[in-house]
């Protein structure tokens, strides 16, 4: 119970950080970009809806938005034009950035439109409901299930940080070689300036048999 107990506390804050549920504005003629730093081969999946702003009465025509997520390189996964509402998921193909974009038409008098929008990455986007069958799986053995597969995720993740605290310690031992040598440089070059100087002066003196 103990243990099962200190898994819970320690996994708990790190599940907050796979997914984001808000809701936002979007003014008329500009666009606002939601960004998520995901982790390649992660599935990510996404909800988003309008906010009718008369309620039971038709969603009026310029509150429809434009939608589209890409990633860090412009690469595009989702793109979805004059919607009130959707969906989208797909595997992370390359690792950081991804960013889910809504926009509005223009319209006068500029007003805003209010959008529901729910992103979830690695474990917190797992579809647990599909996992359970039917009579065959109790709610404990679900809580088990996610238990094993969020240890799984936190082993993963933390291989990766490890790779990536590799990759920038190589990159800041490659940093500091270059600073080395080009302190060196700099040396050689203020002492080589300094001896000609020196060479020069003396030449100098010598005609003007000052020395």
Not at 77 to 82: C, E, K, Q, S, Y
Not at 156 to 170: A, D, H, I, S, V
């Amino acid at each position: 119970m103990e243990v099962g107990l200190l898994v819970f506390i320690v996994i708990l804050p790190l599940l907050s950080t796979i997914a984001i549920s808000i809701r936002f504005n979007v003014e008329s003629g500009f666009t606002k970009c939601i960004t998520d730093d995901i982790r390649i081969k992660s599935l990510t999946v996404g909800e988003y809806s309008v906010v009718n702003p008369n309620e039971g009465q038709p969603l009026p025509g310029h509150h429809r938005i434009y939608v589209g997520v890409f990633s860090e390189n412009e690469k595009r996964f989702h793109d979805a034009r004059d919607v009130e509402s959707g969906q989208f998921g797909f595997v992370v193909t390359e690792d950081g950035k991804h960013l889910a974009c809504f926009a509005t038409i223009n319209h006068e008098p500029p007003v805003n439109t209010s959008v529901d929008f729910t992103w979830r990455s690695g474990v917190a986007a797992e579809a647990w409901t599909k996992v359970v069958k039917k009579g065959s799986v109790d709610a404990m053995e679900l809580e088990l299930k996610k238990m094993e597969d969020t240890i799984k995720w936190i082993h993963e993740e933390m291989l990766y940080l490890r790779e990536r605290e590799q990759q920038t310690l190589k990159q800041n031992m490659k940093t500091n070689s270059i600073m080395g040598w080009s302190s060196l440089v700099s040396l050689f070059i203020c002492l080589s300036v300094a001896g000609l100087q020196l060479w020069h002066l003396k030449s100098f003196f010598e005609k003007k048999k000052i020395i």
